[in-house]
């Protein structure tokens, strides 16, 4: 006779909106809990991992000299053609080798961070860096150039990452720009 | 030689409906504001952030940005019903308040003259509240209809065939409770719930939880709140009767939403959570004796009851949209015609039964 | 004074919006017009110290009919040219019909035949007009009003009945 107790539960669970009291718990619940929202330009940013694939960077080694030789591995293991690599002669001391790159650009609106190129590089030259805020406002900024990929990152390569920081807004002539202050940091609570 | 008197009224008058007109005009922006807040705690996130702090400027600038929006006219539409839609959609949002009271009459202190809490004392109240709310659909159908566009017509025909189904089963419920108070005026109604939440509708068992259930659901359907929003279904209409509008006259539709949810909320306080009426009788405590007894200081508390309330439900509804999924359009006629209605009927029985 | 004002305002409307109603050219812009025809009658109710009937109106004309009638010609979308095809016979005998209805609704309002004041109640309990709509229909009036619900029941039974009859001939088909 279970079948008919079963039955009768159910209805009057159903008279009683017991399913929809229990939906009612949850989303209350939710409502008093913690959001798990980072309060991104204003107050907080994510620092990634050292694992994470961002923005390419071209390393130098401690003398301060160019890692890359311009051996188009990079470019020729990329699956979208995204590098392009012109290399030159040049023994004025600025790369390890005598053979730089004279153009070394790569177009972020097509890389897909594969990190093939990584792993192509002799030299251990071309890392994927950990910036990953890459919007641009003109097309021509996509195209991402040797000089700027030399520069010394916000994230320096001895931070863990895998926190949050406090971060500031700041608006200047360039644009705009969230400062990570590295020193000020949380782990993510889940 | 102009009677004093009446002019006074006159003037007291005019000052409630430009008031009451002013407050649900300014209300949907906090409104908006706060459901945006608690959709966003409910899904983990913080909603609004930015625009001022906790994103308490963002109705603000949401209503600047609606107000300098280019009002897109489409080019097959029926111009004149296509621009008078949304204010017909309006009007009777606002005019169903003239009926409902938010707390009783006082004597104005000095001038010893009534003040009462509400514009007029119908006895036809729920009459006209059900009548005049339900023209708020015609904005939606016409409005469906001169966009010219099927999204929209689908959104039209969907209210239509919604309002024609629901609206009975909120009659019943009105029904309902002109029985147990004997009254079609809503102060009468409120008035007959006086003294202690035990007074109150929704406990006059065993029908009163049943009403409210029946009156509550038909109400959700009525204003086309989730899970009954399936004239602006966005996974199927685009957005369904206000697809094809921008800028001011698609806020006269959000407008119009957002007061149609406080009337509901008001008349389900009105009609089965004691409108004004405190849930203990503080009229029977003798200490606080030489507070209440001061007219305008107890109407005070009775306006506080109100809002309280009112907020309740307003959050309720909110809630109830973020926790439901949408019903599927034969889920609803079924859930109207072949449930609720045959409720309303057994209902009707008791209610009768225990009356005499 | 104020009271005949407000008359002729909402009876102007009125009569100007019925006549739209048959002269618009899309069948859901008549239906617009009716509406504030209707809305218009049921103000008129007011000033007749009628709240009741008003809401009424205002409830099941406008509130319920026409919303069905706008769900029907929205689905329905009769053309015009479908519409023009329709009237064809009616209209040779509906013109006379309606000129000779009034001519005779005229003599009667000239006449004053219809002039009921308050039906002999006091201007008191008119204040609370539906109870005493209540009693009436449910005391004097009794058998008119079950006669009408009667008749009511029998039309719904009629339409159900012949809908059911038609899927049948489909089914048989």
Known sequence: MSGIGDCIIGFVKKALFADFIKGLNITLKYNFSKSITLRYPDDEKWIPHKRWRGLHTLNKDDKGRELCVACELCARACPTNCITVVPMEDDTGKGITDRIAKIWTVDIVRCLFCGYCEDACPTRALRLGRDYELSVIDIKGTFKTKKELLQQKDIPEGVEGGVIAKARFVRTDDGIKVVADLGQTKKRKL | MIDLNLVIEVLIIIFKVVFVTMVLFSLPMPLTWIERKVAGHMQARLGPWRVGPHGLLQPLADTIKLLLKEDIVPENADKFLFKLAPIISMVPAFAVFVAIPVGDSFKIPFIEKTFTLYISDMNVGILYVLAIGGLSIYGIILGGWASNSKYSLLGGLRSAAQMISYEVALSFAAIGVVMMTNSLSLVDMVRAQDGGFWHWNILYLPVGPVWFAVFFIAALAEINRVPFDLPEDEGTLAAGYHTEYSGMRFSFFMLTEYVAMVTASALAVVMFFGGWNAPIDFRTIEILTPITSVSWIYSCFGLFWFTVKVSFFIYLFMWIRFTLPRYRYDQLMTVGWKILIPICLGAILVTGFMRI | ?173
């Open chain 3, 1 to 173: 004074m104020m009271e005949q004002v407000f008359f002729y305002i909402f009876s102007i409307i009125a009569v100007i919006s019925a006549i739209s109603v048959i002269s618009a050219r899309s069948a859901v812009r008549s239906a617009f017009y009716l509406i504030i025809t209707l809305m218009q009658v049921a103000a008129i109710f007011i000033l007749l110290r009628s709240p009741f009937l008003a809401a009424v109106q205002v409830f099941i004309y406008v509130g319920a009919v026409m919303v069905l009638f706008l769900f029907a010609v929205m689905v329905l979308d009769i053309g015009r040219e479908k519409l023009v095809a329709y009237m064809h016979h009616q209209s040779v005998i509906a013109v006379p019909a309606v000129i000779v209805f009034f001519i005779m609704g005229a003599y009667m309002i000239i006449r004053g035949g219809w002039n009921v004041s308050n039906a002999g109640f006091p201007e008191a309990a008119l204040a609370k007009s539906s109870e005493v709509i209540g009693k009436e229909m449910f005391g004097r009036y009794l058998f008119p009003f079950e006669v009408v619900s009667l008749v009511l029941l029998i039309a719904l039974i009629g339409a159900v009945a012949l809908v059911l009859r038609g899927r049948e001939k489909d089914k048989q088909c």
